[in-house]
């Protein structure tokens, strides 16, 4: 199996398939795996290895997660490709890759993304992503914030394209940028959607990590905002979501949410408790493709 070929399987999943096309592809039988396992302190029988690669049973118990990152290691597998196609509950489904229209119900997007050109969204694995949403006096948008740390699938990537949608489509009046810096930003009034081109320092080899930062401000005001979140083309390592209240305009409720697709109903997953610092959070790892947010209730 090529090389490539492997990496596009580590990047689709399922999870089963991911490990059987890497065993496959390193010529290991499942008793030298797990001899090397063992080597480590780590013990999983054949018939376990043999369950996972058929995918009659999933890694799931801390000491199956810590089977699972020895594997990556010994298959000469980028980090955490395999613990990505992982997600911790059942009643979540998961898509191989999503195209950025099913994560965002407005037109325009795909334009926006064929002016910028070729995104590469495959050649990167998400290890971490972290957002954060400053909500106004007037409940409105005032910054959203991005720290987020990629690892390259294979060698020469350079950057990555950011896409954020306003609730009230709204265009941003500012940006930042830590760690990279804007190439061609594309918008649409209409829609309120910017597609942003971040470009590394320098292109990337495989397996290597990179870490920025980026934002968007608004100036003007907007309508009250009462959700906010992001869509995953493919499974995500870690996600950190926080929106930050101005002390004035605290809600009286919130609640995590999910959807597979942007046409499917919005769902609340659970009840979520304000800090005394006026913010709320979550985090989850491993989690599934699909649209992960916030959303909020004004008295």
Same mark, same amino acid.
Not at 35 to 55: C, H
């Given at each position: 199996?090529?090389?490539?070929?492997?990496?596009?399987?580590?990047?689709?999943?399922?999870?089963?398939?991911?490990?059987?096309?890497?065993?496959?592809?390193?010529?290991? =039988?499942?008793?030298?795996?797990?001899?090397?396992?063992?080597? !480590?302190?780590?013990?999983?029988?054949?018939?376990?290895?043999?369950?996972? !690669?058929?995918?009659?049973?999933?890694?799931?118990?801390?000491? =199956? @997660?810590?089977?699972?990152?020895?594997?990556?290691?010994?298959?000469?597998? $980028?980090? +955490?490709?395999?613990?990505?196609?992982?997600?911790?509950?059942?009643?979540? $489904?998961?898509?191989?890759?999503?195209?950025?229209?099913? #994560?965002?119900?407005? *037109?325009?997007?795909?334009?926006?993304?064929?002016?910028?050109?070729?995104?590469?969204? &495959?050649?990167?694995?998400?290890?971490?992503? +972290?957002?954060?949403?400053?909500?106004?006096?007037?409940?409105?948008?005032?910054?959203?914030?991005?720290?987020?740390?990629?690892?390259?699938? !294979?060698?020469?990537?350079?950057?990555?394209?950011?896409?954020?949608?306003?609730?009230?489509?709204?265009?941003? =009046?500012?940006?930042?940028? &830590?760690?990279?810096?804007?190439?061609?930003? &594309?918008?649409?009034?209409?829609?309120?959607?910017?597609?942003?081109?971040? #470009?590394?320092?320098?292109?990337?080899?495989?397996?290597?990590?990179?870490?920025?930062?980026?934002?968007?401000?608004?100036?003007?005001?907007?309508?009250?905002?009462?959700?906010?979140?992001?869509?995953?083309?493919? *499974? !995500? +390592?870690?996600?950190? /979501?926080?929106?930050?209240?101005?002390? =004035?305009? @605290?809600?009286?409720?919130?609640?995590?949410?999910?959807?597979?697709?942007?046409?499917?109903?919005?769902?609340?997953?659970?009840?979520?408790?304000?800090?005394?610092?006026?913010?709320?959070?979550?985090?989850?790892?491993?989690?599934?493709?699909?649209?992960?947010? /916030?959303?909020?209730?004004?008295?």
């Amino acid at each position: 199996m090529a090389e490539d070929d492997l990496l596009q399987m580590l990047q689709q999943g399922p999870f089963n398939v991911a490990l059987h096309a890497a065993i496959q592809a390193r010529g290991l =039988s499942l008793e030298a795996l797990r001899r090397r396992l063992e080597e !480590q302190g780590i013990a999983v029988s054949l018939s376990t290895l043999s369950y996972w !690669q058929r995918g009659r049973t999933r890694p799931e118990r801390a000491d =199956s @997660l810590r089977a699972v990152r020895a594997l990556e290691v010994i298959l000469g597998l $980028p980090r +955490h490709s395999l613990l990505t196609l992982l997600r911790p509950s059942a009643d979540r $489904p998961t898509a191989p890759f999503l195209p950025l229209e099913e #994560l965002i119900p407005e *037109p325009g997007v795909r334009e926006l993304l064929d002016e910028i050109g070729e995104r590469g969204d &495959r050649l990167l694995t998400g290890l971490s992503m +972290h957002d954060l949403y400053v909500i106004g006096a007037e409940r409105e948008m005032r910054e959203v914030r991005t720290r987020a740390v990629f690892q390259a699938q !294979q060698r020469g990537v350079d950057r990555w394209i950011a896409v954020y949608h306003h609730p009230h489509r709204m265009l941003p =009046s500012s940006r930042t940028a &830590r760690g990279c810096r804007f190439g061609r930003v &594309r918008m649409d009034e209409d829609s309120g959607i910017v597609a942003a081109e971040l #470009l590394f320092d320098r292109a990337l080899g495989r397996g290597e990590t990179y870490l920025l930062e980026y934002g968007f401000g608004f100036d003007e005001p907007s309508n009250p905002v009462d959700e906010e979140g992001r869509g995953f083309h493919t *499974p !995500q +390592h870690e996600y950190l /979501i926080e929106v930050r209240f101005h002390p =004035s305009a @605290l809600p009286a409720r919130c609640y995590r949410t999910w959807r597979p697709d942007a046409q499917t109903a919005l769902k609340d997953a659970a009840d979520l408790r304000m800090s005394s610092y006026h913010s709320v959070h979550y985090i989850e790892f491993g989690m599934a493709a699909g649209y992960h947010g /916030i959303r909020w209730e004004w008295d």
